[in-house]
């Protein structure tokens, strides 16, 4: 029995709706919402005038969202552009899945204001945890961060072995702590990075903890929908 994990959830849910509360809008954001991140110290480049070289292919495997339901990931990427983070939901590194998972909540709020954009973005959060993020775990935890009327899938998948080709085509790290008895601590380290994912199932940026910001990727997004509109 892995204990503490519902504690450690509590604590994820918490430090996200703490990072919300340190800030007022998108816009206005001022204080640190956790060590090591803070507002850009940049003026980020207009949408539209830079490009974003392909980076590699988004790679396929089978989910299951917060339903139960099976899918392909191929299925959630291709007709939309996809912002995707991997997270479980018992991180308790404010560093970590609640600041991908508070950065992608504003990210949602911007878009549902975006006439122009929201129904052409996807945001998609899949689990680095098939032991302890089960769907009716994934729908409890997106109960946090949904809001009517926009597209954001809470995945998971049926175990290590269908996750794990996932991960190392994404090329993300993952080091899963165990107890003295073998079991499963239900904590794990792992490298923050979010992936930006084209209609043609292309990856256009990764995004480290630095450079998650709402303003960024707004203007990413609409850079790769002046693309989208150019063809």
């Known amino acids: ?81 996809v912002v995707m983070g991997f997270i479980y939901t018992h991180c308790p590194d404010v560093n970590g899945c609640p600041l991908a998972s508070f950065v992608m909540k504003q990210l949602q709020m911007r878009l549902l204001e975006s006439e122009d954009l929201k129904d052409k973005v996807r ?28 597209d954001w899938r809470f995945l998971t998948t049926v175990s290590e072995d269908k996750l794990q080709p996932i991960l190392e085509g994404y090329g993300q790290f993952r080091k899963m702590f165990y107890n003295e008895d073998g079991s499963y601590s239900g904590t794990m380290s792992h490298i923050l990075r979010v992936y930006l994912i084209d209609g043609d199932r292309r990856i256009r940026n990764i995004y480290s903890a630095g450079f998650l910001h709402v303003e960024t990727v707004m203007n990413d997004l609409r850079t790769l929908q002046m693309e989208r509109e150019t063809k």
């Open 123 to 150: 945001l998609i959060s899949l689990s680095f945890d098939p032991i302890l993020d089960t769907p009716d775990a994934m729908r409890d935890y997106s109960m946090h961060f949904r809001r009517k009327g926009f």
């Open 1 to 81: 029995m892995i204990r503490g994990t519902n504690t450690l959830r509590r604590y994820f849910v918490g430090a996200v709706l703490l990072c919300a509360s340190l800030s007022l809008s998108a816009e206005t954001t001022t204080k640190v919402l956790a060590p090591g991140y803070g507002p850009l110290e940049f003026v980020p480049p207009a949408a539209g005038t830079y490009e974003l070289p392909p980076l590699g292919s988004a790679v396929d495997g089978p989910v299951i969202d917060r339903k139960g339901e099976p899918m392909r990931l191929h299925d959630l990427v291709g007709d939309k552009l």
